[in-house]
């Protein structure tokens, strides 16, 4: 997450990229995140970092119902890239900044 704050946010903010990270809550915890069912414990989490981008607490039953079908090592998508007419156009489990970063600069040239 500091990597996403120091290779993202830094870079792109002043160009309209947005960042939010939502930690599913007490069924796992996204990567990084310290899983906690406290906003309170997540803002910690986050403030602990050095993040300058919002951080959210997932509450509802949606991740715990896709969770419990998915079969690989990691159940949440880690890095979902959305653009300006909010429609999904990347989603990855591992973290992959080149990847990212190339179509971050795509989506801010459209």
Request: aromatic letters at 10%; hydrophobic letters at 45%.
């Amino acid at each position: 997450m500091p990597d996403i704050e120091e290779q993202f946010v830094n870079a792109y903010a002043d160009q309209g990229l947005q960042v939010v990270a939502i930690d599913p809550g007490g069924i796992g915890g996204i990567r990084g995140l310290a899983s906690t069912d406290d906003m309170a414990g997540v803002q910690a989490y986050a403030e602990n970092l050095g993040l300058s981008y919002p951080v959210g607490l997932e509450t509802t039953a949606h991740y715990t119902e896709w969770a419990a079908n998915f079969t690989g090592a990691n159940p949440f998508p880690v890095d979902i890239l959305v653009d300006k007419a909010g429609i999904i156009r990347y989603v990855a489990r591992e973290y992959d900044a080149p990847t990212m970063r190339a179509l971050v600069e795509e989506l801010l040239a459209e």
